[in-house]
């Protein structure tokens, strides 16, 4: 059986998650051979992705727990499996992992894989809380031929928690387009230039982040930290980069700043396809996250050469190696939070000779091609063992 004969689904809750996390995976796979599909919510990116190729089946995931409605989607997958007879179902995010993995077992679906993106637990979550995820997830591997861990504390937790065996788990990182995300292909002129676009003067000081409007990503406290920076740099200018997305019960509205009286120096930009043009900017990149997988953001913000504040959390602490590439301080500190950003504004010299070796770390660990290796050695793995 040839990798042309060999249908791929992969599933994730929203045409987002495809369009900006999955879509260089779909494609490799894509032109290794493999026939591919793509199940998301609907949205403004689903002929995006139909345009390189990809062929999208939309079917709507509720973000919050709806029995009915999850009930409904877990048919409506089982129904379209059995009809479409995908040999490899590769699942993401939590939901979407358990009702894809749990629809593909219950339709004969010979190879099933999921990708932890991050447990939705973490060492602060509330008892009862953490058992619940710890439940769903053991239910979801029990169907699972692969489960691939964007980072290794999530594969010890799985292991340690009994999610799964450690036969079971395999690594698989994080990786970006490093052409894509190079310094180098941005000179002053046409950084000044962007900064003009967007109201910036070119001596203001940049501090950014990248992330959904959501709590859990630390924009409270940040926001907080940033009212107080303003008073020692007042040219300071919060850059924000993410969607609003209100289904989500942690939701931020931007008009939140001017609880801080800090509006006149946050530029909210909502969700950029121009993201690395936004990235050069920056003079500090900032994640102040609860509970990360493996951060995107944060390892295109090292390829691109910039020094990097994040939490002291999974994830964020394996792409970050703390007072080399970047500061990790501990989540909810506001203190903590507010000295890194002043000693990174207050020493440029130390900030950019964390970026240069942030862009070195970056060439070395967080190729996307190191990914796509990871998956298709895996793949071809199953296929050999469950296929032929």
């Known amino acids: 059986m040839k990798n042309s004969k060999?249908?791929?689904?992969?599933?994730?809750?929203?045409?987002?998650?495809?369009?900006?996390?999955?879509?260089?995976?779909?494609?490799?796979l894509k032109n290794e051979g493999y026939e591919v599909w793509a199940v998301c919510s609907t949205g403004k990116w689903i002929e995006d992705i139909k345009r390189q190729g990809i062929k999208v089946k939309i079917v709507n995931f509720k973000r919050k727990i709806s029995p009915f409605s999850d009930l409904i989607v877990l048919f409506k997958l089982f129904f379209y499996f059995k009809k479409e007879k995908f040999q490899i179902v590769h699942t993401h995010n939590p939901k979407p992992g358990l009702l894809g993995q749990l629809a593909a077992k219950a339709a004969g679906v010979p190879i099933i894989v999921n990708?932890?993106?991050?447990?939705?637990?973490?060492?602060?979550?509330p008892f009862l809380q953490k058992k619940f995820f710890i439940f769903v997830e053991k239910i979801a591997a029990l169907c699972s031929d692969l489960i691939f861990s964007q980072n290794k504390e999530d594969?010890?937790?799985?292991?340690?928690?009994?999610?799964?065996?450690?036969?079971?788990?395999k690594f698989l990182g994080n990786g970006i387009d490093l052409q894509k995300f190079s310094s180098e292909r941005f000179p002053k002129e046409f950084i000044n230039q962007k900064k003009r676009e967007l109201g910036i003067k070119s001596s203001f000081k940049v501090i950014g982040i990248v992330g959904r409007l959501v709590r859990e990503k630390g924009y409270l406290e940040l926001f907080a930290t940033f009212k107080n920076l303003i008073k020692k740099f007042p040219n300071a200018i919060l850059l924000v980069v993410g969607p609003i997305e209100p289904e989500k019960k942690d939701a931020i509205n931007p008009d939140i700043v001017k609880n801080y009286g800090i509006e006149k120096n946050v530029i909210f930009l909502g969700l950029r396809e121009d993201i690395d043009e936004i990235y050069p900017l920056m003079d500090i990149f900032v994640l102040p996250s609860w509970r990360e997988g493996f951060p995107r953001s944060v390892i295109e913000?090292?390829?691109?050469?910039?020094?990097?504040?994040?939490?002291?959390?999974?994830?964020?602490?394996?792409?970050?190696?703390?007072?080399?590439?970047?500061?990790?301080?501990?989540?909810?500190?506001?203190?903590?939070?507010?000295?890194?950003?002043?000693?990174?504004?207050?020493?440029?010299?130390?900030?950019?000779?964390?970026?240069?070796?942030?862009?070195?770390?970056?060439?070395?660990?967080?190729?996307?091609?190191?990914?796509?290796?990871?998956?298709?050695?895996?793949?071809?793995?199953?296929?050999q063992e469950k296929l032929r």
């Open 155 to 169: 594969m010890k937790t799985a292991i340690e928690e009994k999610i799964c065996g450690p036969q079971k788990i």
């Open 6 to 28: 060999i249908k791929v689904c992969h599933i994730a809750s929203t045409d987002l998650a495809v369009k900006f996390l999955l879509l260089n995976q779909l494609k490799f």
């Open 115 to 125: 990708t932890i993106h991050g447990f939705y637990f973490h060492e602060n979550t």
């Open 301 to 383: 913000a090292l390829a691109m050469g910039r020094a990097v504040i994040a939490t002291n959390i999974r994830g964020c602490r394996e792409a970050i190696d703390d007072g080399v590439t970047g500061i990790l301080v501990p989540p909810k500190n506001l203190e903590e939070l507010a000295e890194a950003i002043v000693f990174l504004l207050e020493n440029p010299e130390k900030a950019k000779e964390m970026g240069e070796s942030g862009k070195e770390k970056a060439k070395k660990e967080f190729n996307e091609n190191l990914i796509f290796d990871r998956i298709k050695k895996e793949y071809q793995r199953l296929i």
